[in-house]
Structures are given as structure tokens and as C-alpha cells.
């Protein structure tokens, strides 16, 4: 099964900035829209943010205005930039292929290991 592969967390002030990179097969990356979702320890994943294959973007509330999703196609690649990160942005990022209907997510089974990102205040 295809699966994304998702890298660039790590330890960082409050305050600070660090970018996500997701590689993906071009079986996953190819006319998907892609996202990037987070989890908390025993908590479900959330949608953090997503990207159209035309580069339409959507984020959630608390990603708005600090993060920015976006994607490579020649590389198969989509990237999330976290600025101003706050303490409760702690957590586990993974990235996968999206179905998009009637303007609601629904992921697709590609997840990764995910990479950590932890925000020390």
C-alpha cells in the first residue's frame, strides 16, 4: 500500500517556525488533493490544512493566518510552513491524500509514521 512519508518536525521555541515536507508516490499525489492532519496523544487526527490539485488551500481555524500549505507536483511533494507556533501546536503531523465532497474531508489511507513537532514554551 502506498504510503506518504512525512519529515521536518522537531523541537522549537514558542514563537518559532519549522516546515513539514511530505513525499508521496505519484499514485497518491496525482489530481488528490492533499493534506496535512495532526493528532494529540489518544485524540483522533485533525485536519490541519489542505491543498487542491489547482492549489486551492483550506485551513483550520487555528492554523489560519500562522501556517501555509502547498505542493511541488514535479516532486510529489507538499509542504507545510508553521510560523508564531504556540505550545498547543505539540503534536504529531501526517500527511495524506484527501477525498473532497460537498466541501468536507475525508482522508484517504496513506498515512505515514508522521513527524513530531514539539513547541516548548
Known amino acids: 500500500q502506498d504510503q506518504a512519508v512525512e519529515s521536518g518536525g522537531g523541537l522549537v521555541q514558542s514563537g518559532g517556525s519549522l516546515r513539514l515536507t511530505c513525499k508521496a508516490s505519484?499514485?497518491?499525489?496525482?489530481?488528490?488533493?492533499m493534506a496535512w492532519y495532526r493528532q494529540y496523544p489518544g485524540k483522533q487526527r485533525d485536519l490541519v490544512a489542505a491543498v487542491t490539485s489547482y492549489g486551492t488551500t483550506h485551513y483550520s481555524d487555528s492554523a489560519k493566518g500562522r501556517f501555509t500549505i502547498s505542493r511541488d507536483d514535479a516532486e510529489n511533494t507538499v509542504y507545510l510552513q508553521m510560523d508564531s507556533l504556540k505550545s498547543e501546536d505539540t503534536a504529531t503531523y501526517y500527511c495524506t491524500a484527501v477525498n473532497m465532497i460537498g466541501g468536507r474531508f475525508f482522508p484517504q489511507d496513506h498515512w505515514g509514521k508522521g513527524t513530531l513537532v514539539t513547541v516548548s514554551s
Open positions: 505519484r499514485n497518491i499525489f496525482r489530481f488528490n488533493v
